[in-house]
């Protein structure tokens, strides 16, 4: 039978988190009935995080590793996942599991009326969040939705969520085109879905906040606005033409 998904985590010098994150997600999917893959992309950590991958995948088919020396971002390892996903649908998430794996059932159902690309959002009807991240961090990434829903599309509204998934022939197209690895990758995402007139869901997802975050405030405010005014630019520029 044919992959029906592949499940892309990048992970950066996740030592600490690892054992916890690979449970959850493998005691939902080897319960599921379909073939599934679980890809794991390290991005250049240098702690013990891809030793803790290759012990996991060792004598199972199902997991794959993707590694590399150098860390070039969060946006840089899911693409390289995507890059050799096999699965008829591509989920990327994170490690921490903010969002509960469990919630891609909901997912094939968007996929099931048409829909192209499901991205997950904790700010429609129906979604929760459990726990909150800190103030500043909440309030911060409000302001980047702003921005994005002003110069990308303002239809969308919850640009930062982590929990994204595509059919295959969607994702290869635009991950391909990906030309931003740091906060705003999800931005560029949804300017290419809007570009290539993609038919995207916003499904509500059960969302907590996970301690740990590799985000910088400082460094990444500045690179989200830069990210952003070069999707603009690559636009403009004809930079994504298909």
């Known amino acids: 039978m044919a992959t029906k998904l592949s499940v892309v985590v990048p992970c950066y010098n996740e030592e600490n988190r690892f054992q916890k994150g690979l449970t959850h997600y493998l ?12 890809i794991l992309v390290n991005d250049g950590s240098h702690d013990q995080t891809v030793e803790l991958m290759r012990d996991s995948a060792r004598g199972k088919s199902n997991i794959q590793i993707v590694t590399y020396s150098r860390n070039h971002g969060k946006g840089y390892a899911i693409i390289q996942g995507v890059k050799t996903a ?14 509960p794996i469990a919630t891609v059932e909901s997912f094939f159902k968007y996929f099931e009326k048409g ?7 904790r700010r429609v009807k129906e979604a929760k969040i459990l726990i909150h991240q800190h103030f500043l961090r909440e309030l911060l990434g409000k302001g980047f939705t702003l921005l994005v829903r002003l110069l990308i599309d303002w ?11 595509f ?5 290869q197209k635009i991950f391909s085109k990906i030309t931003v690895y740091d906060w705003a990758f999800d931005a560029e995402i949804l300017f290419l879905c809007k570009k290539y007139k993609i038919k995207v ?8 906040d996970v301690r740990g975050t590799k985000v910088s405030l400082k460094k990444d405010i500045f690179r989200s606005l830069t990210g952003l005014i070069k999707i603009r630019l690559n636009g403009l520029q004809g930079k994504y033409s298909s």
């Open 115 to 121: 829909y192209q690309a499901v991205i997950g959002s």
């Open 27 to 38: 005691s939902y999917l080897s319960k599921q009935k379909y073939p599934w893959e679980l």
């Open 201 to 208: 869901a916003q499904a509500p997802v059960t969302w907590s």
């Open 86 to 99: 096999h699965g008829q649908y591509i989920l990327f998430t994170d490690l921490d599991h903010s969002v």
């Open 167 to 171: 059919e295959k022939n969607i994702a």
């Open 155 to 165: 239809q969308i509204k919850d640009a930062t969520c982590g929990f994204k998934a």
